[in-house]
Protein backbone atom coordinates (compact mmCIF):
# COMPACT_ATOMS: atom_id res chain seq x y z
CA UNK A 1 0.00 0.00 0.00
CA UNK A 2 2.99 2.34 0.84
CA UNK A 3 4.50 1.95 -2.57
CA UNK A 4 1.40 2.36 -4.35
CA UNK A 5 0.95 6.06 -2.41
CA UNK A 6 4.26 6.84 -3.44
CA UNK A 7 3.87 5.85 -6.77
CA UNK A 8 0.71 8.29 -6.60
CA UNK A 9 2.25 10.97 -5.18
CA UNK A 10 1.91 13.71 -7.82
CA UNK A 11 4.06 16.22 -5.04
CA UNK A 12 7.09 14.82 -6.48
CA UNK A 13 8.27 15.56 -9.99
CA UNK A 14 10.19 12.34 -10.28
CA UNK A 15 7.06 10.45 -9.64
CA UNK A 16 4.84 12.98 -11.81
CA UNK A 17 6.77 12.86 -14.79
CA UNK A 18 6.84 8.49 -14.70
CA UNK A 19 3.20 8.13 -14.11
CA UNK A 20 3.01 10.77 -17.06
CA UNK A 21 4.78 8.51 -19.20
CA UNK A 22 3.14 5.32 -17.98
CA UNK A 23 -0.21 7.25 -19.24
CA UNK A 24 1.39 8.24 -22.52
CA UNK A 25 2.33 4.72 -22.94
CA UNK A 26 -1.06 3.20 -22.45
CA UNK A 27 -2.67 5.48 -24.36
CA UNK A 28 -0.38 4.71 -27.08
CA UNK A 29 -0.64 0.84 -26.85
CA UNK A 30 -4.26 1.46 -27.43
CA UNK A 31 -4.44 3.28 -30.20
CA UNK A 32 -1.33 1.20 -32.05
CA UNK A 33 -4.26 -0.30 -33.93
CA UNK A 34 -5.56 2.43 -35.11
CA UNK A 35 -1.98 3.85 -35.98
CA UNK A 36 -0.71 0.77 -37.64
CA UNK A 37 -3.60 0.86 -39.46
CA UNK A 38 -4.56 4.44 -40.63
CA UNK A 39 -1.20 6.31 -40.24
CA UNK A 40 1.47 3.15 -42.17
CA UNK A 41 0.93 1.19 -45.30
CA UNK A 42 -0.51 -2.09 -43.93
CA UNK A 43 -3.70 -0.70 -45.47
CA UNK A 44 -2.52 -1.22 -49.45
CA UNK A 45 -0.45 -4.07 -48.69
CA UNK A 46 -3.42 -5.87 -47.11
CA UNK A 47 -6.27 -5.10 -49.54
CA UNK A 48 -3.75 -6.03 -52.28
CA UNK A 49 -3.20 -9.28 -50.50
CA UNK A 50 -7.39 -9.86 -50.55
CA UNK A 51 -7.74 -8.77 -54.47
CA UNK A 52 -4.94 -11.41 -54.60
CA UNK A 53 -6.84 -14.29 -53.01
CA UNK A 54 -9.92 -12.79 -54.46
CA UNK A 55 -8.96 -13.04 -57.88
CA UNK A 56 -7.25 -16.68 -57.77
CA UNK A 57 -11.15 -17.59 -56.51
CA UNK A 58 -9.16 -20.08 -53.58
CA UNK A 59 -11.83 -19.10 -50.88
CA UNK A 60 -9.91 -19.15 -47.68
CA UNK A 61 -5.95 -20.03 -49.15
CA UNK A 62 -4.23 -18.73 -47.94
CA UNK A 63 -5.57 -18.18 -44.24
CA UNK A 64 -6.77 -14.71 -43.26
CA UNK A 65 -4.02 -14.96 -40.07
CA UNK A 66 -1.75 -15.86 -42.97
CA UNK A 67 -2.08 -12.94 -45.01
CA UNK A 68 -2.84 -10.69 -42.14
CA UNK A 69 0.53 -12.09 -40.88
CA UNK A 70 2.14 -11.22 -43.85
CA UNK A 71 1.35 -7.77 -44.14
CA UNK A 72 2.46 -7.10 -40.87
CA UNK A 73 5.75 -7.86 -41.85
CA UNK A 74 5.86 -5.91 -45.01
CA UNK A 75 4.19 -2.93 -43.22
CA UNK A 76 7.33 -3.31 -40.35
CA UNK A 77 9.97 -3.74 -43.38
CA UNK A 78 8.50 -0.73 -45.02
CA UNK A 79 7.84 1.54 -42.28
CA UNK A 80 11.28 0.68 -40.47
CA UNK A 81 13.23 3.86 -41.26
CA UNK A 82 10.32 5.55 -40.14
CA UNK A 83 9.86 4.02 -36.80
CA UNK A 84 13.54 4.31 -36.43
CA UNK A 85 13.40 7.86 -37.02
CA UNK A 86 10.81 8.33 -34.34
CA UNK A 87 12.69 6.18 -32.11
CA UNK A 88 15.95 7.88 -32.42
CA UNK A 89 14.15 11.64 -32.40
CA UNK A 90 11.43 11.41 -29.61
CA UNK A 91 11.56 7.97 -27.63
CA UNK A 92 14.79 8.17 -27.15
CA UNK A 93 15.21 11.66 -26.12
CA UNK A 94 11.58 11.50 -24.02
CA UNK A 95 12.88 8.46 -21.74
CA UNK A 96 16.20 10.62 -21.14
CA UNK A 97 14.51 13.43 -20.10
CA UNK A 98 16.11 15.49 -22.48
CA UNK A 99 12.77 16.56 -24.10
CA UNK A 100 9.59 17.22 -22.75
CA UNK A 101 6.26 15.36 -24.10
CA UNK A 102 4.49 18.28 -26.16
CA UNK A 103 8.54 18.15 -27.81
CA UNK A 104 8.87 14.53 -28.04
CA UNK A 105 4.82 14.79 -29.71
CA UNK A 106 5.87 17.28 -32.54
CA UNK A 107 8.86 15.00 -33.39
CA UNK A 108 7.26 11.81 -33.20
CA UNK A 109 4.38 12.92 -35.41
CA UNK A 110 6.96 14.61 -38.10
CA UNK A 111 8.39 11.36 -39.93
CA UNK A 112 4.87 10.09 -40.08
CA UNK A 113 3.38 13.20 -41.75
CA UNK A 114 6.78 12.85 -44.03
CA UNK A 115 5.85 9.86 -44.25
CA UNK A 116 1.64 9.62 -45.11
CA UNK A 117 2.58 13.18 -47.43
CA UNK A 118 4.39 11.38 -50.02
CA UNK A 119 1.35 8.84 -50.59
CA UNK A 120 -1.59 11.09 -49.79
CA UNK A 121 -3.09 12.98 -53.31
CA UNK A 122 -3.89 17.02 -53.41
CA UNK A 123 -7.14 16.29 -53.96
CA UNK A 124 -7.92 14.10 -51.20
CA UNK A 125 -5.76 16.24 -48.85
CA UNK A 126 -7.72 19.66 -50.02
CA UNK A 127 -11.20 17.79 -49.38
CA UNK A 128 -10.42 17.09 -45.72
CA UNK A 129 -8.90 20.56 -45.06
CA UNK A 130 -11.67 22.51 -46.91
CA UNK A 131 -14.09 20.97 -44.42
CA UNK A 132 -11.84 21.74 -41.19
CA UNK A 133 -11.88 24.99 -42.06
CA UNK A 134 -8.25 25.36 -42.94
CA UNK A 135 -8.51 27.77 -45.76
CA UNK A 136 -4.98 28.71 -46.17
CA UNK A 137 -2.67 26.36 -48.11
CA UNK A 138 0.15 24.58 -45.61
CA UNK A 139 3.52 25.08 -46.73
CA UNK A 140 5.38 22.74 -45.34
CA UNK A 141 4.11 19.05 -43.51
CA UNK A 142 4.43 20.22 -40.25
CA UNK A 143 1.74 22.49 -40.34
CA UNK A 144 -0.47 19.68 -42.16
CA UNK A 145 -2.77 18.82 -39.41
CA UNK A 146 -3.08 15.06 -38.52
CA UNK A 147 -6.94 15.01 -38.39
CA UNK A 148 -6.84 15.86 -41.99
CA UNK A 149 -3.91 14.13 -42.89
CA UNK A 150 -4.53 10.93 -41.98
CA UNK A 151 -8.06 10.31 -43.30
CA UNK A 152 -6.81 11.94 -46.56
CA UNK A 153 -3.95 9.12 -46.51
CA UNK A 154 -6.30 6.59 -45.89
CA UNK A 155 -8.61 7.17 -48.97
CA UNK A 156 -5.79 7.81 -51.02
CA UNK A 157 -4.29 4.28 -49.61
CA UNK A 158 -7.42 2.71 -50.79
CA UNK A 159 -7.84 3.90 -54.03
CA UNK A 160 -4.24 2.80 -55.00
CA UNK A 161 -4.65 -0.82 -53.78
CA UNK A 162 -7.92 -0.82 -55.93
CA UNK A 163 -6.24 0.38 -58.60
CA UNK A 164 -3.47 -2.47 -58.18
CA UNK A 165 -6.45 -4.94 -57.77
CA UNK A 166 -7.70 -4.45 -60.63
CA UNK A 167 -4.80 -5.16 -62.80
CA UNK A 168 -4.15 -8.21 -60.68
CA UNK A 169 -7.62 -9.52 -61.47
CA UNK A 170 -7.11 -8.65 -65.66
CA UNK A 171 -5.05 -11.88 -66.17
CA UNK A 172 -7.48 -14.03 -64.33
CA UNK A 173 -10.28 -12.53 -65.64
CA UNK A 174 -9.50 -13.44 -68.85
CA UNK A 175 -8.62 -17.07 -68.16
CA UNK A 176 -12.05 -17.16 -66.67
CA UNK A 177 -13.20 -16.02 -69.87
CA UNK A 178 -11.80 -18.42 -72.24
CA UNK A 179 -12.73 -21.57 -70.04
CA UNK A 180 -16.06 -20.35 -70.12
CA UNK A 181 -16.43 -19.99 -73.99
CA UNK A 182 -14.73 -23.31 -74.43
CA UNK A 183 -17.46 -24.77 -72.15
CA UNK A 184 -20.14 -23.40 -73.69
CA UNK A 185 -18.84 -24.43 -77.20
CA UNK A 186 -18.66 -28.27 -76.01
CA UNK A 187 -22.35 -27.94 -74.68
CA UNK A 188 -20.58 -28.48 -70.92
CA UNK A 189 -23.49 -25.83 -69.56
CA UNK A 190 -23.74 -27.02 -66.26
CA UNK A 191 -20.50 -27.30 -65.53
CA UNK A 192 -18.98 -24.31 -63.50
CA UNK A 193 -16.60 -22.98 -64.88
CA UNK A 194 -14.43 -21.87 -62.06
CA UNK A 195 -14.03 -25.97 -61.29
CA UNK A 196 -11.89 -26.00 -64.70
CA UNK A 197 -10.43 -22.43 -64.53
CA UNK A 198 -9.18 -23.04 -61.03
CA UNK A 199 -6.43 -25.03 -61.54
CA UNK A 200 -5.23 -23.37 -64.75
CA UNK A 201 -5.12 -19.87 -62.48
CA UNK A 202 -2.80 -21.58 -59.66
CA UNK A 203 -0.54 -22.58 -62.04
CA UNK A 204 -0.65 -19.59 -64.17
CA UNK A 205 0.09 -17.75 -61.11
CA UNK A 206 2.87 -20.50 -59.79
CA UNK A 207 4.91 -19.85 -63.37
CA UNK A 208 4.86 -16.18 -63.48
CA UNK A 209 5.98 -16.56 -59.35
CA UNK A 210 2.51 -14.55 -58.38
CA UNK A 211 3.68 -14.15 -54.74
CA UNK A 212 6.82 -12.15 -55.34
CA UNK A 213 5.70 -9.88 -58.46
CA UNK A 214 2.71 -8.59 -56.15
CA UNK A 215 5.21 -8.54 -52.70
CA UNK A 216 7.98 -6.35 -55.13
CA UNK A 217 4.97 -4.27 -56.95
CA UNK A 218 4.17 -3.77 -53.42
CA UNK A 219 7.85 -2.40 -51.89
CA UNK A 220 8.36 -0.34 -55.09
CA UNK A 221 5.01 1.64 -54.82
CA UNK A 222 6.60 2.97 -51.33
Not at 19 to 39: G, H, N, Q, R
Not at 161 to 171: C, L
Request: negative net charge; charged residues 15%; aromatic residues 10%.
Amino acid sequence: MDNITDFLNFNDPAATTTSIKLLLLFTVLSLAPSILILMTCFTRVVIVMSFVRTALGTQQMPPNQLLIGLSLFITFFVMSPTFLQINEQALQPLSKDEIGLEEAYEKATLPLKEFMSKHTRQKDLALFMSYAGETEKPTSVEEIPLKALVPAFAISEIKTAFQMGFMIFIPFLIIDMIVASVLMSMGMMMLPPVMISLPFKILLFILVDGWYLVVKSLLSSF
